[in-house]
């Protein structure tokens, strides 16, 4: 595919808002979204957006004055990116105790074995649900 026939392609960022732009799976390998860098341990560490993807979706887009019909993934440098963060033992404790406080059910005082919804606020035996099998 000739490079001239590719809407998104603008690596020296002159039409789409000074940032690099690439089409879907067309960006230099060692620029990664923030999901493929943590998929390797890594987070952005502060670094700016490098480059960005686009390409053309059916669904709406409302983010940064992105037009209706296109979607952005932002890239960042890998080798500028640095390992993610260990939690320490009090922040996975406090997690912990969170996600236990979820479970209780605050009529009856059991704990389940699922996240109670908000919606109901209640087990699924105290709000009255049928359970379908």
Do not use: N
Not at 5 to 29: C, E, H, L, N, Q
Not at 85 to 91: H, N, S, V
């Amino acid at each position: 595919m000739s490079k001239g026939r590719v809407p998104f392609w603008d690596p020296d960022g002159s039409r789409f808002g000074g940032i690099p732009t690439y089409p879907w799976k067309m960006a230099p390998g060692h620029l990664a979204t923030k999901r493929q860098l943590a998929a390797d341990g890594l987070r952005p560490g502060g670094q700016q957006v490098c480059a960005q993807i686009m390409w053309r979706t059916r669904r709406t887009s409302g983010a940064r004055g992105v037009p209706r019909g296109i979607a952005v993934a932002y890239l960042y440098d890998r080798e500028l990116a640095k390992p993610k963060r260990e939690p320490t033992q009090a922040q996975l404790e406090a997690i912990g105790k969170a996600l236990r406080a979820r479970r209780i059910c605050p009529d009856c005082g059991i704990e389940q074995p699922y996240c109670l919804p908000k919606r109901y606020g209640a087990c699924k035996e105290c709000h009255g649900w049928e359970v379908r099998v």
